[in-house]
């Protein structure tokens, strides 16, 4: 019996040993698969134009020159770009963050009467929405054309985040620490600031990051609200411009710089406009599986 006992024991571990170096070699492969296409893009953006543009560059720089990145930064418009997009992505983050807490403490509460409507609501607005028409007619009667608010406040508050922030309060914040905090005479507010937001750090933090790369992404709102105040177009509408105009006719966009090959143009530009969300994640990523695993479970 030990013998067939330790046999079995034996190819259990094999199993499993065989199993993880599968797992292991497809996260490798998927590993590849996202940091290849990257690695090629900076590649091409320090490659000489030469290289380039005979396709000789794979994933290591032909002819290092950082050429195209002095160009960039020459220009002005873009450094301006990269301010109205930092700007923004702040401005959006925090104003979304906020809104979100404040709606989804009460509605983590049993106490609150209705909030099963509430939150159906809110999931409604997830597969409903009232089209780019009537949202651009309403930021137009609003004022808010060409300004800066047009590209915050329409998105600045997200359904999906406010139900993860929902249950990631039901579950980690238990009633008895608050009924606890309302015998010492704390309010709501007070509960809400000394209480339930030093407790969610976690949390916080993957929201903040998931509203941050999804305002630093999109430029679709800015190409339709952003047209005659040029000043304010973010890094990616920016960037939008000159790959469209650099792909047609090889020059930048209401500039004297050029480039004997667009490509380069494009690379330098993706890289440029990726950096500064990347240099961001280090500093969040322990919180980043802790806070999606608390919203992921409802107790």
Not at 48 to 70: H, R, S
Not at 107 to 113: D, E, G, T
Not at 217 to 246: C, E, G, H, M, S
Request: proline residues 4%.
């Amino acid at each position: 019996m030990k013998t067939s006992g330790s046999t079995l024991a034996v190819y259990r571990k094999r199993r499993f040993d065989i199993w993880d170096v599968l797992i292991h070699l497809s996260l490798l492969i998927a590993s590849l698969a996202c940091l290849l296409p990257f690695l090629h893009v900076v590649s091409k953006s320090l490659s000489e134009d030469a290289f380039v543009i005979a396709n000789k560059v794979f994933i290591w720089p032909e002819g290092f020159t950082l050429g195209a990145y002095e160009k960039i930064f020459a220009d002005d418009s873009i450094i301006r770009s990269l301010y109205v997009s930092v700007l923004v992505t702040v401005l959006f983050t925090v104003l979304g963050m906020i809104i979100t807490i404040c709606a989804a403490y009460p509605l983590s509460r049993k106490q609150l009467k209705g909030r099963t409507v509430l939150t159906f609501i809110f999931m409604f607005t997830l597969y409903f929405s009232g089209g780019i028409i009537p949202e651009y007619m309403l930021i137009n009667n609003l004022g808010m054309l060409d300004t800066i608010w047009s590209i915050i406040l329409p998105p600045a508050f997200s359904a999906f985040n406010l139900l993860i922030m929902k249950t990631a309060l039901s579950s980690s914040i238990p009633d008895s620490l608050e009924e606890s905090a309302r015998i010492d005479g704390a309010g709501h507010f007070r509960i809400l600031v000394s209480i339930v937001i030093p407790l969610s750090k976690p949390i916080i933090a993957t929201l903040s990051l998931f509203y941050a790369v999804g305002r630093w992404n999109t430029y679709q709102d800015a190409l339709f609200y952003i047209k005659q105040n040029v000043d304010l177009r973010p890094l990616q509408l920016k960037l939008y411009y000159l790959v469209i105009q650099a792909s047609e006719s090889f020059q930048l966009e209401s500039t004297q710089v050029s480039l004997s090959n667009p490509e380069v143009l494009k690379a330098s530009c993706v890289v440029f406009a990726t950096l500064p969300i990347i240099c961001v994640y280090p500093f969040i990523q322990k919180y980043f599986v802790q806070g999606v695993m608390l919203g992921a479970v409802k107790e």
